[in-house]
């Protein structure tokens, strides 16, 4: 959709924000996040949901929310779309009502390469945000033809903190997946739609085989509930795996929910090669557990919290056979080193065994 009137200013007296707000996926919370930002500042803010509208099973209802044929009866002033621009957003709305509003795009992007598609779709909006100066940099240096403003709306992760585990259910959780107290578990959670080879799971197999050669008290959950989505790579990370009794895979079909996968868990360790921001270290973080990431453009606000630590990383050219970044040439992305990942794991599991009664 390309606007037919005179660019908008941002208002900020009344935000539709879009969202898919019941997919209950990290899209979901980024809305969320930047929903809490925007009230922070002084907005009045109507959430509309859009999971209906892409055709998206819906997980969570929140009953907060109207549909974009709400918005017609609000005092809207803004319209702010938490998706990307290769998602079908702004068709969601009444064409001649929304052109009435300011339009703006709060986009999300793992490289410093932006599709092409993207700086035409630029042509709709009157303004385009980011969550970090990462991301705003990467649209800044990549649409050079963008006269518009472009503007950090970071993600409010101290206004809605994931809850802590506490060791009651810790212990719930362990009892029913058979986990003995005493046993050391890291945890990796992704998302094959998002990815596989950029989330990486391998390398978090080899940085655990690396780190624990011998040891036997000592487990890895991968948690992927659409990896029969991608059979080649299950297949894959399945014979990585082999018949080490020492991983677990929790799919579709053997689900674990993400606060009992990191009740159940010791350390969280992602081996992605490249984030646009990295919500799983947020969760993980503020669970009350260690995480450990590559170090490539993590956002300030992540690297603060006192638990997460980075490791040191190689650039490389990306080589992704699932084709989610064709077209774009000379992409570069990283590789969290594998031995500093395995260095972290021995470190934290030491402390754990120190910790144990005796």
């Known amino acids: 959709m390309k606007n037919e009137r005179p660019f908008r200013s941002f208002d900020g007296g009344h935000v539709a924000l879009a969202g898919v707000f019941s997919a209950g996926s990290g899209l979901a919370r980024a809305a969320e996040l930047a929903?809490?930002?925007?009230?922070?500042?002084?907005?009045?803010?109507t959430r509309v949901d859009l999971t209906a509208s892409f055709g998206l099973t819906v997980h969570h209802p929140d009953e907060r929310c109207i549909l974009p044929a709400d918005c017609g009866s609000r005092d809207i002033t803004d319209v702010l779309v938490v998706m990307n621009p290769d998602h079908p957003s702004l068709s969601a709305f009444d064409r001649k009502w929304l052109l009435g509003r300011t339009i703006i795009g709060h986009w999300?992007?793992?490289?410093?390469?932006?599709?092409r598609l993207w700086?035409?779709?630029?042509?709709s909006y009157d303004e385009i945000w980011a969550g970090t100066?990462?991301?705003?940099?990467?649209?800044?240096?990549?649409?050079l033809g963008f006269d518009r403003p472009l503007r950090l709306l970071p993600y409010a992760i101290e206004k809605d903190p994931f809850p802590a585990i506490n060791p009651m259910r810790r212990d719930t959780v362990r009892v029913r997946e058979g986990i003995a107290s005493d046993t050391f578990v890291v945890g990796y959670s992704f998302s094959v739609d998002s990815n596989y080879y950029r989330k990486n799971p391998e390398d978090a197999v080899k940085a655990f085989f690396?780190?624990?050669p011998d040891v036997t008290n000592v487990l890895?959950?991968?948690r992927s509930h659409d990896l029969g989505n991608r059979p080649l790579e299950r297949t894959a990370l399945e014979k990585l795996v082999g018949d080490d009794s020492r991983i677990r895979i929790y799919d579709t079909h053997h689900r674990l929910g993400i606060h009992d996968f990191y009740a159940?868990?010791?350390c969280y360790m992602s081996p992605s090669r490249a984030e646009g921001y990295g919500l799983n270290l947020v969760e993980a973080a503020q669970s009350g557990l260690p995480v450990v990431a590559g170090g490539w453009r993590i956002a300030p606000e992540i690297l603060a919290l006192p638990s997460v630590h980075t490791v040191g990383f190689k650039m490389e050219r990306v080589h992704d056979p699932q084709g989610h970044y064709a077209g774009i040439k000379s992409?570069?992305?990283s590789r969290p080193d594998v031995q500093e990942l395995a260095a972290f794991l021995q470190m934290t599991r030491n402390r754990f065994a120190a910790a144990q009664p005796r």
């Not at 999300?108 to 599709?115: A, D, G, M, N």
């Not at 700086?119 to 042509?123: H, L, R, V």
């Open 220 to 222: 890895l959950i991968l």
């Open 264 to 266: 159940a868990i010791d």
């Open 210 to 212: 690396r780190a624990f």
């Open 133 to 143: 100066e990462y991301n705003l940099d990467t649209i800044r240096t990549n649409l």
């Open 331 to 333: 992409a570069m992305w």
């Open 119 to 123: 700086g035409k779709a630029a042509g």
């Open 108 to 115: 999300i992007w793992e490289l410093e390469i932006l599709p």
């Open 35 to 45: 929903a809490l930002t925007l009230e922070s500042r002084g907005s009045k803010v």
